[in-house]
C-alpha cells in the first residue's frame, strides 16, 4: 500500500513541476512540505500556498488546526497588500492511512467567501484511495476559481495514481540479482610471494695481499 511518505514526495515533486518554490515547514506537530507560488493576475498579485503533511489519522480537528496554522504562514509569506494588491490562496491536505467521516465532510464542504483569499482543505485516505476536496465553482470569481481548481487537482492527485508512478519508478531501478544458492563469494587470488634480496652478509676471508715482484715480502 502507499505510504504518506510516498504520496507526500508526489506533492513535492508536482509543486515544483507547477513552478513552486518547495520548502519544508513545522506546523503544529508535523513537518510539512509547502510550495509558494505568486502570479500576477490582472492589477494584483495572486498568492497560492500549497501545503500537506502526514498524520496517522485525519479527523475533522485536525485538519481544521492544520489548516488555520497553514493559513498564518502563508499570510506572514504573503507578497503584497492582503485584499487590496494581492490575493491568497491556501491549499492544505492531511495524508493519512484513514479519514474519519467528519473530516471527509469538512473537506468536501463549500469554502465561504473570504476578503482578499480563499481556503480549500484536502483530506487524502491512502487506505480507501480516496481525496476529499471541494472542487466545485461559485457564482462569483469562476475563472479565478477554476485556476484554484486546477492547481488543488495537479497537487493532489488520487492514490492511485500516485501508486502507479511509484511502481513504474521502482521497475526503473536497476534490479540486483541474487547469487545462487550454495554460492560463496572466492577471496581474491593473492599476488605470488617475492623472493628476498640476496643477503649481504659479512665479507669472507681475503686472499693474502703479497708484495709486489721485486720487494722482500713484509719490508725486509
Not at 7 to 15: C, D, F, M, T
Not at 160 to 186: D, L, R, T
Amino acid at each position: 500500500m502507499l505510504t504518506p511518505e510516498q504520496y507526500l514526495g508526489a506533492v513535492a515533486e508536482r509543486i515544483q513541476r507547477s513552478g513552486g518554490n518547495l520548502g519544508s515547514v513545522q506546523i503544529g506537530p508535523a513537518t510539512a512540505v509547502a510550495g509558494l507560488f505568486a502570479e500576477s493576475v490582472m492589477l494584483s498579485t495572486m498568492n497560492y500556498c500549497v501545503i500537506a503533511a502526514p498524520v496517522p489519522e485525519v479527523s475533522a480537528a485536525a485538519l481544521y488546526d492544520f489548516t488555520g496554522r497553514a493559513t498564518q504562514y502563508a499570510r506572514a509569506n504573503l507578497v503584497g497588500t492582503m485584499g487590496w494588491t494581492a490575493a491568497s490562496v491556501v491549499i492544505a491536505g492531511l495524508v493519512g492511512r484513514h479519514v474519519y467521516p467528519d473530516a471527509a465532510q469538512a473537506a468536501s464542504a463549500k469554502t465561504s467567501n473570504q476578503f482578499g483569499g480563499e481556503t480549500r482543505m484536502v483530506a487524502v485516505d491512502l487506505t480507501a484511495g480516496q481525496t476529499y476536496a471541494f472542487t466545485g465553482g461559485k457564482v462569483w470569481g469562476a475563472a479565478m476559481h477554476g485556476a484554484i481548481r486546477a492547481k488543488l487537482t495537479f497537487c493532489f492527485p488520487p492514490p492511485a495514481e500516485v501508486y502507479q508512478q511509484v511502481q513504474w519508478q521502482q521497475a526503473q531501478q536497476p534490479q540486483v540479482q541474487p547469487p545462487p544458492p550454495g554460492w560463496q563469494q572466492q577471496p581474491p587470488m593473492a599476488a605470488p610471494p617475492v623472493p628476498p634480496p640476496p643477503y649481504a652478509g659479512q665479507a669472507g676471508p681475503q686472499p693474502p695481499v703479497y708484495p709486489p715482484p721485486g720487494q722482500p715480502p713484509y719490508g725486509y
